[in-house]
């Protein structure tokens, strides 16, 4: 019996949204199966996209390769469907210590970092009521994505093609030459559902932020001391989105007060004005013990894109690249991102 489509995608976050895109790009007949569910990290997420591991000032995995595409990626989504989704902005990291200061002139000098920072003068900062005792340093290449209005974009156009059903799969059947969901069938699927997933390595991880209007403080960019706080001019000029705590154990439990308590305190450490909180929010990402993606076949067929963890916007466009060339090319999967690398 002829199937009803190439391929089944279960899950829509951002790493089965940019799957969903690759996908249809190559000409592929893709059904979504998704539905909205609680602690569900993409809807939640701010979408900074920092290349730099702040702890250490070192670069994250890969930046200098999979920054610029997800520059081009987020831009291109945004021009084809008239949003401007990927916003291009500089974070400036505060010092509260020497320490701090002398290790980001250490990186300035290591060429592996030094094309995504600086020690500029950010004279908006300075003038602002923000405590950086010890200076700062400007991440230069850092950006976030309106995660949210993509995933909005996305799922119009996929209703519209009829490309989306919005039911919990409860039962998958796989057969000898493909593979059925509800009604619909194909060669293969692809589970992109993210801490909701049932996969050898991953490790869900809470994460709890804070939308907050801070009278007096009117930023343009990210600025970061434990916690960053981004602009969020779409709800006036000084609301700004705070996060993120980091969490192992009872990640399903939701937005607590010890985690709000945790963000207030980060936020005092960076401005003594007055802190009115708007909005709480958590989501459970996605992330895996080793701290890299986790992709490829798990059964004949049904493989798996998932463990993006905290740089999701980051990695999803070179995650979902690579899995295609994997599964429609024969290209070898990088051993650091096969899921069967145990």
Same mark, same amino acid.
């Given at each position: 019996?002829?199937?009803?489509?190439?391929?089944?995608?279960v899950?829509r976050?951002?790493?089965?949204?940019?799957?969903?895109?690759?996908?249809?790009?190559?000409?592929?007949?893709?059904?979504?199966?998704?539905?909205?569910?609680?602690?569900a990290?993409?809807?939640?997420?701010?979408?900074?996209?920092?290349?730099?591991?702040?702890?250490?000032?070192?670069?994250?995995?890969? $930046?200098?390769?999979?920054?610029?595409?997800?520059?081009?990626?987020? &831009?291109?989504?945004?021009?084809?469907? !008239?949003?401007?989704?990927?916003?291009?902005?500089? /974070?400036?990291?505060?010092?509260?210590?020497?320490?701090?200061?002398?290790?980001?002139?250490?990186?300035?000098?290591?060429?592996? &970092? #030094?094309?995504?920072?600086?020690?500029?003068?950010?004279?908006?900062?300075? @003038?602002?009521?923000?405590?950086?005792?010890?200076?700062?340093?400007?991440?230069?290449?850092s950006?976030?994505?309106?995660?949210p209005?993509? +995933?909005?974009?996305?799922?119009?156009?996929?209703?519209?093609?009829?490309?989306? &059903?919005?039911?919990?799969?409860?039962?998958?059947r796989?057969? @000898?030459? $493909?593979?059925?969901?509800?009604?619909r069938?194909?060669?293969?699927?692809?589970?992109?559902?993210?801490?909701?997933?049932?996969?050898?390595?991953?490790?869900?991880?809470?994460?709890?932020? /804070?939308?907050?209007?801070?009278?007096?403080?009117?930023?343009?960019?990210?600025?970061?001391?434990?916690?960053?706080?981004?602009?969020?001019? $779409? /709800?006036?000029?000084?609301?700004?989105?705070?996060?993120?705590?980091f969490?192992?154990?009872?990640?399903?439990? !939701?937005?607590t007060?010890?985690?709000?308590?945790?963000?207030?305190?980060?936020?005092?450490?960076?401005?003594?004005?007055?802190?009115?909180? /708007?909005?709480?929010?958590?989501?459970?990402?996605?992330? #895996?013990?080793?701290?890299?993606?986790? +992709?490829?076949?798990?059964?004949?067929?049904?493989?798996?894109?998932?463990?993006?963890?905290?740089?999701?916007?980051?990695? #999803?466009?070179?995650?979902?690249?690579?899995?295609?060339?994997?599964?429609?090319?024969?290209?070898?999967?990088?051993?650091?991102?096969?899921?069967?690398?145990?």
């Amino acid at each position: 019996m002829a199937c009803t489509d190439d391929v089944l995608i279960v899950g829509r976050g951002i790493a089965g949204a940019m799957l969903t895109e690759v996908l249809r790009s190559r000409g592929l007949r893709v059904h979504v199966f998704d539905v909205p569910r609680p602690g569900a990290a993409s809807r939640v997420a701010a979408g900074v996209v920092n290349p730099v591991v702040l702890r250490r000032d070192v670069p994250s995995w890969r $930046a200098a390769e999979l920054l610029p595409l997800a520059a081009r990626t987020y &831009t291109a989504f945004g021009e084809r469907h !008239g949003l401007r989704v990927w916003h291009p902005t500089e /974070l400036v990291k505060l010092f509260p210590t020497p320490k701090e200061a002398e290790q980001w002139r250490r990186a300035m000098d290591d060429t592996a &970092t #030094a094309p995504f920072i600086d020690q500029r003068a950010q004279p908006e900062v300075e @003038a602002a009521p923000i405590a950086a005792p010890h200076g700062h340093g400007t991440v230069v290449r850092s950006a976030w994505l309106d995660v949210p209005a993509l +995933l909005d974009a996305q799922r119009a156009e996929l209703l519209r093609d009829g490309a989306l &059903t919005e039911v919990e799969v409860a039962q998958v059947r796989e057969e @000898a030459d $493909a593979v059925h969901i509800h009604a619909r069938s194909a060669p293969l699927m692809i589970w992109c559902n993210g801490a909701f997933g049932d996969v050898a390595g991953l490790v869900p991880v809470k994460g709890e932020g /804070l939308t907050v209007r801070i009278p007096g403080l009117r930023l343009t960019r990210m600025v970061h001391r434990g916690v960053f706080l981004l602009p969020t001019p $779409a /709800l006036g000029p000084e609301v700004y989105r705070v996060g993120a705590t980091f969490k192992w154990d009872e990640v399903w439990a !939701g937005a607590t007060e010890e985690g709000r308590r945790w963000l207030l305190e980060k936020v005092a450490r960076i401005t003594d004005r007055l802190v009115e909180p /708007l909005d709480q929010w958590a989501g459970v990402r996605p992330a #895996a013990k080793d701290r890299r993606p986790l +992709l490829g076949r798990i059964t004949a067929r049904q493989a798996v894109l998932n463990g993006l963890g905290s740089r999701g916007v980051l990695l #999803a466009p070179w995650c979902a690249q690579h899995l295609a060339v994997h599964l429609f090319d024969g290209l070898a999967l990088d051993p650091e991102v096969d899921v069967a690398r145990g």
